[in-house]
């Protein structure tokens, strides 16, 4: 567990380095997912991809690196940062995989554990936090002075040592950064957002970038979003735009061209008024307080079957999160959602699971009938281990 306590005083308001950082990421998972994300980008570029792969040098971005994307003949990021670096005769560069994690479940759940204790101490997110890992040996110049003013940022180094550069304003050439911070492997930087920073690496640098949102904005344009889907649910196939004459008709006329955008703000004040826009919005926290904020999240097991011999237990770390909607439930597990009826046995199976005891899959889901199979529970059951907030008997948690 890491003791966020020191951090706390300073959270979105001063720049920081927390040091004793445990954690469950290693250097060479990291590596081994950069690679396979930067895989389809060495053929060519590609947009509007997760996970998305840019290459900084001098100060821009490179378009279409090709084969100084990492590959098989890289055996570790010490062994590539060499290999790049001879090719671009001592440049110095850096590549950053933006929303990686959900490719590995193992990356994605040590991440949301690192997460998990400081979210516990100042709260969730209602938004999602942006995760990104990147690899090189950056001088402050590689990337460029930037404002993310919108999120407060981490960097964690797992490789070599991480260095930010601060400013309140916009630096100039002549007028150095009013802070400088440093972080080894075991060490975590963090600073709020509303500064300008630069970045560099201390030899080969590999680590993982988290932007965690602050800005009351961006709460508006998710809700807004979210209204936006339910205005068209409700429209269905109806997007007529209207084309209004000009001038502008008087009477009856110009108010029958205006029916389309009437239609538009009455099916607005119909999801707010009617509580579906609230729905939703109970409905994405609930997945998203399920997974710390770590967006997007894997996929679901592809093996996913119970027998009535195995034995399960819940996983401490999956938070499993339920409620009430209506006449059923939601349950939420790992950014995942979904509906449940409601059912005689399924808090019953709730409360035998958080025992914390591995159990036998036929014992937790027994009827009452003659000792035969509940279905439902089985169901129920198979869904939570599907989701990974159920472990089988040999497994570890992921």
């Known amino acids: 567990m890491i003791d966020w306590s020191p951090l706390l005083p300073h959270w979105d308001r001063r720049p920081y380095c927390l040091p004793g950082v445990a954690h469950r990421l290693t250097p060479e998972r990291a590596f081994a997912l950069i690679v396979q994300a930067a895989a389809p980008f060495r053929a060519g570029t590609r947009f509007m991809a997760l996970p998305d792969v840019r290459f900084y040098l001098d100060g821009g971005l490179m378009r279409a690196p090709g084969d100084l994307l990492p590959g098989e003949e890289d055996r570790d990021a010490p062994a590539y940062v060499r290999r790049v670096r001879e090719r671009l005769h001592g440049a110095r560069f850096q590549l950053r995989v933006s929303q990686p994690l959900f490719l590995d479940e193992r990356l994605w759940s040590a991440t949301r554990d690192l997460l998990a204790g400081l979210f516990a101490a100042i709260g969730c997110p209602a938004l999602p936090v942006d995760a990104a890992l990147w690899i ?7 990337l460029g002075a930037r404002l993310d003013p919108r999120h407060a940022c981490l960097r964690l180094p797992l490789l070599g040592a991480s260095e930010v550069r601060l400013w309140r304003r916009r630096p100039r ?14 060490e975590l930087l963090c600073w709020p957002g509303r500064r300008w920073y630069e970045e560099a690496d201390d030899g080969a640098t590999l ?55 009437t239609r538009v703000g009455a099916a607005a ?41 195995d034995c399960v237990q819940l996983d401490p770390r999956s938070p499993l999160l339920r409620l009430r909607d209506g006449e059923g439930w939601v349950w939420a597990i790992n950014g995942h959602v979904f509906a449940m009826p409601e059912h005689p046995r399924a808090q019953q199976l709730l409360d035998e699971l958080r025992d914390g005891q591995r159990q036998r899959v036929a014992d937790l889901c027994r009827s009452q009938r003659r000792g035969r199979i509940d279905r439902g529970v089985l169901d129920l059951l198979q869904r939570l281990y599907a989701l990974r907030a159920v472990l089988r008997s040999g497994e570890e948690a992921e």
Do not use: C, Y
């Not at 680590?207 to 269905?236: F, R, S, W, Y």
């Not at 826009?277 to 679901?300: F, I, K």
């Open 269 to 309: 004040t119909a999801a707010v008024a009617g509580g579906g826009l609230e729905h939703a919005l109970r409905l994405t926290w609930a997945a998203r307080a399920s997974a710390w904020a770590l967006e997007p999240v894997p996929a679901p097991r592809e093996e996913s079957t119970l027998h009535e011999d």
């Open 207 to 261: 680590g993982l970038a988290l932007a965690i949102p602050t800005h009351a904005a961006d709460a508006m344009i998710a809700t807004k979003n979210l209204l936006a889907e339910q205005v068209d649910d409700a429209l269905g196939e109806d997007e007529r735009v209207a084309m209004l004459a000009f001038p502008p008709r008087a009477g009856r006329h110009g108010i029958a061209a205006l029916a389309p955008l």
């Open 173 to 186: 050439r002549e007028r150095a950064p009013e802070q400088v911070l440093r972080a080894r492997p075991g």
């Open 136 to 142: 090189g040996d950056a001088q402050p110049q590689t």
